[in-house]
Nanobody, 118 residues
Framework: QVQLVESGGGLVQPGGSLRLSCAAS????????MSWYRQAPGAERELVAG????????NYADSVKGRFTISRDNAKNTVYLQMNSLKSEDTAVYYC???????????WGKGTLVTVSS
């Protein structure tokens, strides 16, 4: 079955960096677009960044453009989120996500907590 396992979260000071990883299994990773979402306390889950199946296309939320970079290694079945210049408002649980077009299904990881605080 599809599994997405996030890692790399933790406590970091404002201005610091973290790299999140999402290890995927149970499907042909190189055929699927991947995304990172986040959900802050009391807020709705929001898209942070997405990447196409080959890594040739990416998109970002305006709030993270220029600070976050999404990438993938299809040989390792892993997608990454490099987060630089972190701000307190980046504090959230970060989720890895993909979907299957037919039959339609959404797949989520369990999330990894990122806390930005001094």
């Amino acid at each position: 079955q599809v599994q997405l396992v996030e890692s790399g979260g933790g406590l970091v000071q404002p201005g610091g960096s973290l790299r999140l990883s999402c290890a995927a299994s149970g499907f042909t990773f190189s055929n699927y677009a991947m995304s990172w979402y986040r959900q802050a306390p009391g807020a709705e889950r929001e898209l942070v960044a997405g990447i196409g199946s080959t890594g040739g296309s990416t998109n970002y939320a305006d709030s993270v453009k220029g600070r976050f970079t999404i990438s993938r290694d299809n040989a390792k079945n892993t997608v990454y989120l490099q987060m630089n210049s972190l701000k307190s408002e980046d504090t959230a649980v970060y989720y890895c996500y993909t979907f299957r077009q037919w039959p339609r299904a959404n797949f989520w990881g369990k999330g990894t907590l990122v806390t930005v605080s001094s």
